[in-house]
C-alpha cells in the first residue's frame, strides 16, 4: 500500500526562500498571494494523495493494451478518475493564459503542483504534462485562429496533447528526421513513423493534439529544415485523421504511461509558426519539460524517502552503537537509530530539499522572466534559467535516481519486493535520465552553449547569486561554516570551468570526456546555493531552522565532498577515453 | 534477443596474472592445468550462452507460480533442460571433494564458470549456487554419515540445496531468530517460518535439502544460541518432510528465481556440527555466498556491456566532435566515436575487469589457504580472502549496478525496453546489494571485524600486496605511472584508516557512520591493485599490452580519482549524522 503526505510545509517554506513574493507581486499573479498558494498546494496534495495515487500500483500492474484490429490503447482502471479529477480541477491549463481557458497560476505553483501530481501517479501525470507543454507551444506560436480552436479544449483537458519528435533512425539528433509535410490547400498531408510518444493514443480525451516535427518538400537538410504542425487525431469534422497507433514500447518502468508508435500517412497537419523554424517551438516546449523531468527525481525522491523513513521508524534489528540509544526492555532497536540508515536518509533528503529548492529557484525566474516590468531583472532571470535547466534536468534525474535506490537500501529486502514501495519508483524513474534529451546532452547543453553565451555572462550572473548568498550567510554563526564551504566550491568551479575551456580550444573531444563529470560537480554547487539559500531564510525568519540547519550541515559536511572526486576527474589527461583504440573495446 | 560471448581470453589472461600456476601446482588440483582450465572455461562459455541465457528472459517473464492447493512452485519452462546440463555436465559438485562425488576442481575455476553461468542466467545459477554453498558446509561439519548420504546426491544435482536463516523478523539481526528445535529421539522437530529462501521449493531435484538454523531449547539469547540442521523436503522414507513453501516473495527481479516462504511445522531435522554452533557452519557458506554475490557484478556488468557495445557500434547518431573522426558518406557516427558513450563503457570495462580480477584473486587464496603445504603461506592466504571478502560482496555489487545503469544509459530509449536486453540485469542485480548481508554488513564486518582482527595483521598482508604491485610496476614505463597513483591512495587509504581508528575510539557511531564509504574508498584502492597486477602481467608476459594498458590508464585516470570525494566526505565531521534530531527526519 503505497502512501504519500505532500510536503506542504516544506514548499511554503522554500517559496518564501525563493523570493515567491516577488512572483506575487508580479501583474498577473496578483490573486496568489501566499496564502492563496498555500490552499492551491493543499488541494493538490489531496489530489495527489487520495485520487492518482491509489491508482498507481494499479498502472504499474496493468500496464496498457494496444488493439491491433483498432489501433485503440486501453489504459489502467481508475485513470479515468484521476484523469477527469486533474481536468475538472484545472491542472491541464493552471498556468495557461485565461484569456483562452487557462488558470492564470505562476508557473511557481505549476511547478510545485506537479512534483505533487507525479508522485502520486507519474504515469498519469505525464498526460497533463504533456499538454502543458503543447499549450505553451501554442501559446507562442501558434496563429490566432489555432488558439481559439484549440487552447480551452487542452486547457479544460477535453483534450489532450503530445510531442512527436522521435524516429526509429532519429532521436538524439533530430536532424536525422525524416516525416515529410507537404502542402495540400490550406493545409499539409504528413507522412513517417514517430516512436516513443508518451500518451500518443488513448480513450481519456475527446481528441488528442500532436505536435509533430517534419520536413517541407526543399527544406534544408539537419535541424534548419525542421517544421512543427499540428496533427489532430479527429479532424474538424469529426473523422478519424490518418495518425494511428501502430505499436506501444513495453518498458522497465512507467507502464501505466502508453509509449506509443504513431504512425502518418497523409494525415492532415497544419504548420505552427514559420516554416523551417520548427525547433523554435520546440525548444518552447523542451524547457519546461526539461525542468519537469528533472523534477521527477525530486517527486520519486520524496516519496521513496517517506517510505523509508516509515519503515526506518517501525523496522527493529540489531542494537544501537551507542549505549545511551538502546530502548530499554526491547530486542533490537528500530534502524533509523543506525547512523549508515541515517546517513542514507539525510543523503535523501537534503539533496531532495537542496532540488526542490532549485526547481523553485528556476520557476520563479521563468515567471519573473516573462513578466517583470524591468528589463534587466528579466533578463538576470532568464540568463538563469537557461543555465540551471540542464543540471535541474540531468542532476535532478541522476541524484534522483541514486536516492530512490538509497531509499530501497533503508528498506532491505522489503525494498526489493512489490510488496514494498519503492521498487516501482525506481523502475519509473530511470527513463528520466534519457528521455528529453539524454543527461550527456544536458551537459553539451550546459557547457558548450549555456556556458559559451554572451561571453559566459550566464555563469556570472548565476555566480553573482550565490556570492550573494554566502555574504548573506557570513554574518550568522550558524551558517557562516556554510559559507566558507560555498565559497571554497565555487572557486574551484571558477577555475574548473576556466581550466577546461582552455584545454578545448586545443581538443574538441575535451568537451563531451569531461561534460557529464563537470555537470555533476556543477549539480553539487547549486545544490549547495539552494540548501544555503534556505539555511539563511530559516535564519532570518525563525522558521524551521533546527531542520533546515541539520540538513544543511549533513550536506556541506557529508555529500559536497563528493566533488573533490569529480574535480579530481576533471583534472586528469582525458585521452585514455579518446585515443583508446577501438578493437580494444 | 540477449547474447552473451563468454570472455575466456581475459579470463585465462587474468588466470595467469594471479598466480594460478601456483593453485594448478597445489596436490589436489594437479589435473587442472592452464590447458585443461581452457577447456573447462570453453565448455562453461558454450552452456552459458547456449543453454541457460535462452531461457533468461522466459523464467523474467513467466516468472514462478505457487500453488496454494498443493505448495508446489511451477518454475520457468527451460529452466529444466537448463537445470538437467548443469547437473549432467557436473556444475552441483564442481568443486566438490571427490570423496563424494564431486569435481574436484579448484574454486578458482569454480568462480569463473559461476560469473559466466550468472551472465548467461543468474536466477537458474542461483540454485547450484546454493547448493554449492551446503556442499562446503558439510563437508566441513557433516557427519560422515550424513556426508555420505547428502554430498553424492547434491553433487550430482539429483537432489538441491538451500540455506534457511531470515526470518520475518530476523534479517540483518540473526540473533533475534526464533525457529525452535527440540530433540526427537535421534533426530529434532523444527517449526517456525523462514522468508526469503532462494530455490525453497520446486520440481527440478527429486529432493531439497534445506540447511535450517534453529534454536534449541534453553540456548543462550542472540548469535550464540543458533544451531544448524539438515531439513530435508522428502524424509530417507520417501514421506513428505513437515516444510512447506506457504507463499512467493513478488520482486523487482530475479522473476525466474522462487524466493519462498518456507513453514517448518514439526518438520524433522539432523544436527549439523555442534549445537549452538550454527554460526560457525552458516559462515563456511556465507563466504562462498559472499564472494558469489560480489561477482554477480561482475557477471551482469560483463553482459551489460557487451549488448551496450554492440548497440554503440551499430547506433549512428551526430557526428563526430573531431572532424577526423568523420565517416564520410554518412548523415552520423556510430556512437562509439562519441566521448561520452566511451567514458561510459570504459567506466564499465575497467572496473568490470578489475573485479574479475579481484574474484579471481580471492578465489586463488581460498584455494591456497586450504590446500598450501606451507603454513605461512595458508595464513596470508587466509588474511587476504577474509580482508577482500566483504569488499568483493559490497563493492562488487554497488559498482556492478552503476555499471549496468551506465549500459543502459549508452542505449538510450532502447536500453529502457524490455526489448533491450539490459533493462533485466538492472532489475536482477539490484537485490545483491541487500541480501548475503546488506552492503552496510559488509563494511562492518570489514572496519569493525577484519581491520581489527590480530591487530590489524590482514590490512598489513594487503598492504604488501600493494607494494609488491608498485615495485613490479615502478621499472617499466608504462606501468611506472599507474604505480604511482596507486602508491599515492594507498598512502592517503593508510592515513584515513588510522584517522577513523582514533575518532572511533572516542565515539563509538563513527564507524557505522563511515564505514559504507570507507568500504567504497578501499574498494577503488583494491580496483587499482588488481588492475595494476593485471597491466604488470600484460607487459611481463607480452600477453593483451595494448588493451590492458589502455583500460588501466583510463582506471587511474578517470576512475580512481573518485576516491578523493571518498576521502574528503570521510574527513569531514560525522555528527551531522548521529546528533541530527529524530523529530527532524
Excluded at 206 to 222: K, Q, S
Excluded at 459 to 470: E, H, P, S
Excluded at 495 to 511: I, S, Y
Amino acid at each position: 500500500m503505497q502512501h504519500y503526505t505532500a510536503p506542504i510545509d516544506d514548499m511554503m517554506f522554500q517559496l518564501s526562500a525563493f523570493g515567491y513574493d516577488e512572483v506575487s507581486k508580479l501583474e498577473p499573479f496578483e490573486a496568489f498571494d501566499l496564502e492563496t498558494a498555500r490552499m492551491f498546494l493543499e488541494q493538490t496534495g489531496t489530489l495527489a494523495s487520495e485520487v492518482l495515487l491509489p491508482s498507481n500500483r494499479d498502472g504499474d500492474k496493468e500496464g496498457t493494451q494496444w488493439d491491433p484490429q483498432t489501433g485503440e490503447v486501453t489504459i489502467a482502471s481508475g485513470y479515468e478518475a484521476g484523469h477527469k479529477a486533474l481536468a475538472e480541477n484545472g491542472y491541464y491549463g493552471l498556468t495557461a493564459d485565461m484569456e483562452h481557458g487557462g488558470g492564470g497560476a505562476p508557473i511557481t505553483l505549476g511547478t510545485l503542483s506537479k512534483e505533487m501530481l507525479m508522485s502520486g501517479n507519474k504515469s498519469l501525470s505525464m498526460c497533463p504534462g504533456l499538454t502543458n507543454g503543447l499549450i505553451e507551444a501554442l501559446e507562442a506560436f501558434g496563429s490566432d485562429e489555432q488558439k481559439e480552436m484549440y487552447l480551452p479544449k487542452l486547457a479544460s483537458g477535453e483534450w489532450t496533447g503530445t510531442m512527436c519528435l522521435t524516429e526509429p533512425h532519429s532521436g538524439t539528433d533530430l536532424g536525422l528526421l525524416s516525416t515529410t509535410a507537404e502542402e495540400h490547400g490550406d493545409h499539409y498531408k504528413l507522412s513517417g513513423t514517430k516512436i516513443w510518444i508518451t500518451w500518443g493514443e488513448h480513450g481519456l480525451s475527446e481528441n488528442i493534439i500532436h505536435l509533430v516535427l517534419a520536413r517541407l518538400p526543399g527544406a534544408p537538410a539537419g535541424i534548419k529544415g525542421i517544421s512543427t504542425f499540428i496533427v489532430p487525431k479527429f479532424l474538424p469534422d469529426g473523422s478519424r485523421n490518418g495518425i494511428a497507433c501502430t505499436g506501444l514500447e513495453h518498458k522497465m518502468g512507467i507502464h501505466g504511461s502508453p509509449t506509443c508508435v504513431m504512425s502518418l500517412e497523409g494525415a492532415e497537419g497544419w504548420l505552427v509558426g514559420e516554416p523551417n523554424k520548427g525547433m523554435r517551438t520546440m525548444f518552447i516546449m523542451m524547457n519546461a519539460a526539461r525542468l519537469f523531468t528533472g523534477l521527477e527525481g525530486v517527486s520519486l525522491g520524496e516519496i521513496a524517502y517517506q517510505a523509508a523513513l516509515s519503515f526506518a521508524k517501525e523496522r527493529r534489528q540489531s542494537r544501537a552503537m551507542a549505549r545511551s540509544k538502546r530502548e530499554e526492555g526491547q530486542a533490537a532497536d528500530t534502524i533509523l537509530v543506525h547512523p549508515d540508515v541515517r546517513r542514507m536518509l539525510l543523503d535523501v533528503k537534503s539533496t531532495t530539499h537542496a532540488l526542490r529548492g532549485l526547481s523553485i529557484f528556476i520557476s520563479a525566474n521563468i515567471d519573473l522572466s516573462t513578466h517583470h516590468p524591468d528589463e534587466a531583472v528579466r533578463q538576470d532571470a532568464d540568463d538563469l534559467v537557461a543555465l540551471m535547466i540542464p543540471i535541474m534536468k540531468a542532476y535532478g534525474t541522476e541524484r534522483g535516481f541514486k536516492n530512490v535506490s538509497d531509499a530501497m537500501q533503508v528498506c532491505g529486502g522489503m525494498g526489493y519486493t512489490t510488496d514494498g514501495e519503492i521498487e516501482q519508483y525506481l523502475r519509473d524513474l530511470r527513463i528520466a535520465m534519457i528521455y528529453e534529451g539524454t543527461n550527456h546532452i544536458q551537459a553539451l547543453d550546459l557547457v558548450g552553449r549555456k556556458l559559451a553565451l554572451h561571453d559566459g555572462r550566464l555563469y556570472r550572473v548565476f555566480g553573482k547569486r550565490v556570492r550573494d548568498a554566502i555574504a548573506a550567510a557570513q554574518g550568522n554563526e550558524a551558517t557562516a561554516p556554510f559559507a566558507a564551504k560555498l565559497g571554497e566550491a565555487l572557486r574551484d568551479l571558477d577555475q574548473v570551468t576556466m581550466a577546461l575551456g582552455k584545454r578545448a580550444a586545443g581538443d574538441p573531444e575535451v568537451m563531451g570526456a569531461s561534460a557529464s563529470t563537470y555537470l555533476t560537480a556543477f549539480g553539487l554547487v547549486v545544490c549547495g546555493f539552494s540548501l544555503l539559500t534556505q539555511a539563511n531564510h530559516a535564519v532570518s525568519s525563525g522558521t524551521d531552522e533546527r531542520a533546515k540547519l541539520g540538513l544543511t550541515r549533513h550536506f556541506f559536511n557529508r555529500v559536497l565532498p563528493e566533488i573533490e572526486g569529480h574535480f579530481a576527474i576533471l583534472a586528469s589527461p582525458h585521452e585514455s577515453i579518446t585515443q583508446f583504440d577501438d578493437a580494444d573495446f
